[in-house]
C-alpha cells in the first residue's frame, strides 16, 4: 500500500508499505484524508526528534475495514475521524477526565508497518499517511456520514487543539478579550474558538497581510500585521493570548501583552531547549503561563461535540481545507505550506 515515510534523510511517497490487521482493543481503518501539520514537517527538520523509518501523518479520517476484540464502539463501514492519544484509559489521569497527560500515551511508538519486512514506526500513535493504519480503540471516533472527509480529518489535530486551547485549557468566557499570534491552521481554531466561546475582541497577529480575510472569517474582529499596535486597541492588555507560530521572542511578547489576571497559552512549537524570559515581576498581578498538550482534550467527547457544531454551522471546517492533494502530490503539499498558500493541505487516497 501507499505511504509517506520518512528515513531520516528524505521523505518519499512509497507504494510498498505493509500493515498488520487490528489485535483486541484496535481498529483498522483506510485513510481517506489527512491533513498536512505543521507538527508533520517538524519531524523531518529534526524540531521534533522522532526514530525512523517512521510513518508521517497524524490528522487523519477514514472508513473502519476491520475492528479487534472487545471493540464494540465501532464497527466495519463507519465513518471515523482519528485522534493521535492513544492513552490507557485507567491510569489516574484518564480517570480524572485528562487523557492528553496518560503518559502511556506519550513517547511510546509502536511499529505496525513494515516495509521490505523491516518495521517502520507510527508517529504520534496514528500515522495518517497511509491508505490504512491501526489504531487503538481509543482514538477512534465516529462521526455522522454527511461530514465530507477531508474536512473530517482536520477535527482530530488542528481543531482539536486550537478550539480545545480556548474552551478547555484557558476556558474564554464571554466578553473576554483575546490575542492570537499567528493565523496558520492552528492559529484560525483559536480564532473560531475564542468565536464560539462569546470573547468579545479577539485581535489577530501575523506578519502576512495576505491572511487577514481568513481570520475575520474564522472570528477575528481586528487585524494587525504586528503586536506593537495590540496596546492602541486593548490599552489594559488581553484577557488571553495564544502563541501559535513557536518562536521564543513571540512568547515574550505573548506574556507583555497580559492584562492583569490574565493568560499567555503556549501552542506553538519551537526547538527543543529553547529557552523564553519574560519580567518576573509582571506576573504578580495573577498572571499566567500556561502550555497546553493537543488542546487538553477529551476526544471522544470532543471530536463528536465539534462534528455537530460543524452541522450547525457555528464551527467551520470545509473553510479549513484550502487545498485538497493525491498523496504522490506530497511534496507539492509541502511546498504550498511552506510558502504560506493554503491555511490546511488536505492529502487524499
Known sequence: ????????????????????????????VAIAAAGLCHSDLSVVD???????????????????????DGVSHVSAGDHVSLSTLANCGTCADCDRGRPTMCRK??????QPFTRGGQPVFQFASNSAFAERTVVKAVQ????????PLPSAALIGCGVLTGVGAVLNRAKVDRGDSVVVIGTGGIGLNVLQGARIA????????????AKEAVARQFGASDFLTSTEG????????????????????????AVDLLDRHGQAVLLGMPAAGAEASFVVASMFLDKSILGCRY???????????YAELYREGRLLLDELVTQTYPVEEFERAVA??????????????
Not at 3 to 13: A, C, I, L, S, T
Not at 46 to 68: D, K, M, Q, W
Not at 105 to 110: F, M
Request: one cysteine or more; charged letters at 25%.
Open 1 to 28: 500500500m501507499r505511504g509517506v515515510v520518512f528515513d531520516g534523510k528524505r521523505v518519499e511517497v512509497v507504494d510498498d508499505l505493509e500493515v498488520r490487521g487490528p489485535g483486541p482493543g484496535e481498529v483498522l
Open 46 to 68: 529534526g524540531t521534533i526528534p522522532f526514530p525512523v523509518p517512521v510513518v508521517l501523518g497524524h490528522e487523519g479520517a477514514g472508513v473502519v475495514e476491520a475492528v479487534g
Open 105 to 110: 500515551a506519550i513517547g511510546r511508538p509502536g
Open 140 to 147: 477512534v471516533v465516529r462521526i455522522p456520514q454527511d461530514i
Open 198 to 209: 462569546g470573547a468579545l475582541r479577539i485581535v489577530a497577529v501575523d506578519a502576512n497581510p
Open 230 to 253: 495590540v496596546r492602541e486597541l486593548l490599552p489594559t492588555g488581553a484577557d488571553h493570548v495564544f502563541e501559535c507560530v513557536g518562536r521564543v521572542e513571540l512568547v515574550r511578547q
Open 295 to 305: 488542546g487538553s482534550s477529551r476526544p471522544q467527547r470532543d471530536i463528536a461535540l
Open 336 to 349: 504550498d505550506a511552506e510558502a504560506g498558500k493554503v491555511a490546511r493541505g488536505v492529502l487524499t487516497f
